[in-house]
């Protein structure tokens, strides 16, 4: 069954950029949307960003929008999450998921699965 992973997180400053991936495994990721999930300390799982399984269709929340970009690369089973200008708010456990076709304008966690262990981003000021 499909597994993903995901990787990249680390420390950066306020302003700085990081790069998250999501690399799948068991089954290839090609045919599912992905999402990007965070959840911050006392905080729900909100969704962050999705692409479609032939990434012709992505979808940001308004709090990113501008600043972090989705992509793939099917031939490597990736999905991409460049984050950009990075603020204290950012500050969170990233996961990526994957859902049927159709799903990324909802950007919820209800009907994503096979979910990632996740990658903390941290940012300083």
């Known amino acids: 069954q499909l597994q993903l992973v995901e990787s990249g997180g680390g420390l950066v400053q306020r302003g700085g950029s990081l790069r998250l991936s999501c690399a799948a495994s068991g089954f290839t990721s090609a045919y599912y949307s992905i999402g990007w999930f965070r959840q911050a300390p006392g905080k729900e799982r909100e969704g962050v960003s999705c692409i479609s399984s032939t990434g012709g269709v992505t979808n940001y929340a308004g709090s990113v929008k501008g600043r972090f970009t989705i992509s793939k690369d099917n031939a490597k089973d990736t999905v991409y999450l460049q984050m950009n200008s990075l603020q204290l708010e950012d500050t969170a456990i990233y996961y990526c998921?994957?859902?049927?076709?159709?799903?990324?304008?909802?950007?919820?966690?209800?009907?994503?699965?096979?979910w990632g262990q996740g990658t903390q981003v941290t940012v300083s000021s």
């Open positions: 998921g994957a859902g049927d076709w159709g799903i990324c304008p909802s950007l919820s966690q209800r009907g994503f699965r096979s």
